[in-house]
């Protein structure tokens, strides 16, 4: 058994300490999704913590301190953790099962408990009490955080409002499978309440008859991903993206913070010198996609290490087809959860933008960084006011492409308000994690994951032939790399020509990017393309051929690296 008990300090000052140590904060900070601070204003909780004592007894359980008085003329009305996203746990005396949830809760992430309460108006005296939650782990040790609030009212409802509620961080290592949970109220001030009526029950509880299940999923949930920081030269520009440690931590904290992972493995890959390309020139910009997809296939990384190529131009538009806006990111498709599609892993992004009103530059790589890798992990584009996306996806569940509950962050201690925030694969802003796409990336994680956990990463796989089509240029660029196809074009072939004009036909998987009207395309390769002359992608109304010769070869159909 463990125990915190807390002295409140002001938010700002002291989020990382409390986040380390599990106690409860004065007042969270409200932000958006890039980090800017918001002050959340007053919220009543300015009451220091009273000391808390547990004593676990011979069979495990834990007894509150003799002098410990259950709090008088109020009860618990909700009670919801956010590891990233709000889920609640505890309604009016009653446990949440499953079917009232709507996002999961990943393990070992710090996670904030929000407790909210109603008082008892004909009796009520506005007064401190303390919050205390006991997490009974799976080992029979208990675990207890405690804090104090100023209760004046009943808690207020506005997301970003604190008053009269609780705030309780429970750090990682407590937030582990099949753990229980229950909070309880206590009188903090051994006098004032005399005069109140005795709770009935016996002690203000959620749930009312005992603890019941966080609902923390089991498994490891890890996000590996490959940074490649560009070395751009061109006439306009001469900039390398800067890869020191507190920027790299930047992009590993808004990747960690939105997806529910207990961790983000961020490796830096050497400088990719880009010497020859316009950055501001959209083909371009796409060029560069190509060359990434290609270094990864040469780099033969396990299939669930996403690639992101990174690049300062300083700070040019990249117009597309005479389009409003400037592009900032693009990915090469979006791949499903197979090993077969690992070769789609991969996006490019730029850091910075000049704002479009002569304000000054605009930092957007983070946020670019984390919408750009959720394409490559299978995520469409949300649906916003005002902005036009590619491909919204029509399932998105929310009005406006709000994010559905408030989020948190773990790292800064920032509170997203619903209504005020987009999902982060909508082109609005400020932007967070919904639940539903958190429930999405959650799934893909998972299975992404289970790969390590099961020594899968390193099973060799089978090989394809690779096909960066730009459909009106009838630009092609080819390549091999290792996969598979996972669904077939009903409107495309790829043929093999032989020297002796001899075809054979092979089904392709069509992957338009997310951005622009360009496509990766994948095929088996077999036997017939080492005996080949050319390779030939035929699609309604056009094909596109390439001499064998055009061919960069990283894996051949026999599986052996060349």
Not at 32 to 48: H, L, M, P, V
Not at 146 to 167: K, R, Y
Not at 266 to 280: F, G, I, Q, R, S
Request: proline share 7%; net charge negative.
């Amino acid at each position: 058994m463990s125990t915190l008990a807390c002295r409140p300090l002001p938010w700002a000052l002291s989020s990382i300490v409390l986040l380390a140590l599990g106690c409860t904060p004065d007042a969270p900070e409200t932000g958006d999704g890039s980090g800017t601070e918001a002050s959340s204003g007053d919220t009543g909780n300015t009451g220091e913590t009273g000391e808390t004592t547990a004593v676990a007894d011979d069979t495990g359980t834990t007894t509150g301190d003799a002098a410990d008085v259950p709090a008088r003329a109020v009860r618990i009305s909700l009670v919801e953790t956010n590891s990233g996203v709000a889920v609640p746990v505890g309604r009016d005396g009653e446990w949440v099962d499953g079917s009232g949830r709507n996002a999961p809760i990943p393990r070992l992430r710090d996670t904030l408990f929000r407790v909210r309460v109603d008082v008892d108006d004909a009796a009520w005296v506005p007064r401190e009490l303390e919050a205390r939650i006991s997490l009974h782990q799976l080992d029979g040790t208990v675990d207890v955080v405690s804090g104090v609030a100023m209760i004046t009212a009943d808690s207020a409802q506005a997301e970003d409002a604190l008053d009269s509620t609780f705030m309780l961080v429970v750090p990682a290592e407590m937030m582990q499978p099949f753990v229980q949970f229950e909070v309880e109220l206590f009188e903090a001030a051994p006098t004032g309440w005399e005069g109140l009526p005795e709770p009935d029950p016996a002690a203000p509880r959620l749930p009312a008859d005992g603890p019941n299940f966080v609902g923390v999923e089991d498994g490891e949930l890890v996000m590996r991903v490959m940074l490649v920081p560009v070395q751009y030269e061109s006439a306009a520009c001469t900039a390398t993206f800067d890869t020191s440690p507190e920027v790299i931590a930047a992009y590993e904290e808004a990747m960690y913070q939105q997806n529910p992972v207990e961790r983000v493995e961020l490796e830096v890959h050497e400088p990719y010198v880009v010497d020859d390309l316009n950055l501001a020139d959209a083909n371009d910009f796409f060029t560069l996609l190509n060359r990434i997809q290609q270094l990864r296939a040469g780099d033969q990384p396990d299939p669930n290490v996403y690639y992101y190529g990174i690049f300062d131009n300083c700070a040019q538009c990249i117009g597309f087809g005479g389009l409003p806006g400037c592009v900032l990111g693009v990915a090469a498709g979006l791949p499903d959860d197979s090993m077969g599609s690992a070769g789609e892993r991969v996006a490019i992004g730029a850091i910075e933008l000049d704002a479009p009103d002569g304000s000054g530059l605009l930092d957007i790589g983070a946020t670019t960084f984390v919408h750009e890798v959720g394409h490559t992990q299978g995520r469409q584009h949300v649906a916003c006011p005002g902005v036009q996306a590619g491909g919204p996806d029509p399932t998105y569940p929310h009005p406006e492409g709000q994010i559905g509950a408030w989020g948190w962050g773990t790292r800064d201690g920032q509170i997203r308000v619903s209504e005020g925030h987009t999902d982060y694969m909508s082109y609005c802003s400020p932007v967070w994690a919904s639940d539903w796409q958190w429930e999405a990336t959650f799934q893909r994680i998972r299975t992404l994951s289970s790969w390590d956990a099961s020594g899968m990463g390193a099973v060799d796989q089978q090989a394809v032939l690779v096909g960066s089509i730009d459909p009106v240029s009838g630009e092609a660029t080819w390549w091999t790399d290792r996969g598979w196809v996972t669904r077939a074009a009903a409107d495309h072939v790829l043929r093999y020509v032989g020297e002796d004009g001899a075809v054979e036909e092979v089904p392709v998987q069509v992957s338009p990017w997310s951005e622009g009207p360009r496509m990766t395309v994948r095929a088996p390769l077999t036997e017939a393309f080492e005996r080949a002359k050319a390779v030939e992608l035929v699609s309604p109304g056009r094909t596109y051929r390439a001499e064998r010769g055009a061919v960069t070869v990283y894996h051949r159909a026999d599986r052996l690296t060349q």
